[in-house]
């Protein structure tokens, strides 16, 4: 089976947006029509999209500046080693300290559940976590389900 990968340059995280995977698949199926009607490849060939780098481990900190205007999820163990997750967004690295700041997004996961679709507080818009490298233990793209 061909494989064929499209990134859109033009954005430093190099995402393609669905008006751009519509317009691709719309042209490609086109062509696959046209080769299939003159018989140069097999009639029942079918386009498959997918991103499978949207839920992968994020390198820390090699990934992070990529992708600091997209949320992430950030599993971590507090100062007492607790296990803990949140939803946040990179505010900055601290290359010098080896540690990262990290601000809540304003997502579902992160509001009270009597919130009810109200957005986060003032303080928690203002809440910031500075964790080092080696307390992150997992970092993924937030996909919102």
């Known amino acids: 089976m061909g494989r064929m990968i499209c990134a859109n340059y033009k ?4 995402f393609l947006s669905m008006e751009d995977i519509q317009s691709y698949s719309h042209e490609y199926k086109k062509k696959l029509d046209e080769a299939g009607a003159v018989g140069d490849i097999p009639s029942d060939l079918a386009i498959e999209v997918s991103s499978p780098d949207a839920d992968r481990l994020l390198r820390i ?5 990529r992708f600091k205007n997209m949320a992430m999820r950030v599993k971590y163990a ?5 296990k803990k997750e949140g939803i946040f ?3 900055s690295i601290e290359m010098d300290s080896g540690s990262c700041v990290w601000r809540l997004a304003d997502v579902k996961e992160n509001r009270h559940p009597s919130a009810k679709g109200r957005p986060l507080t003032r303080k928690q818009k203002d809440w910031r976590l500075n964790l080092p490298y080696e307390m992150l233990e997992q970092v993924t793209l937030y996909i919102k389900t």
């Open 89 to 91: 967004f990179l505010e």
């Open 11 to 14: 954005h430093s995280c190099w």
């Open 78 to 82: 507090d100062s007492k080693s607790m």
């Open 61 to 65: 900190p090699n990934d992070l500046q």
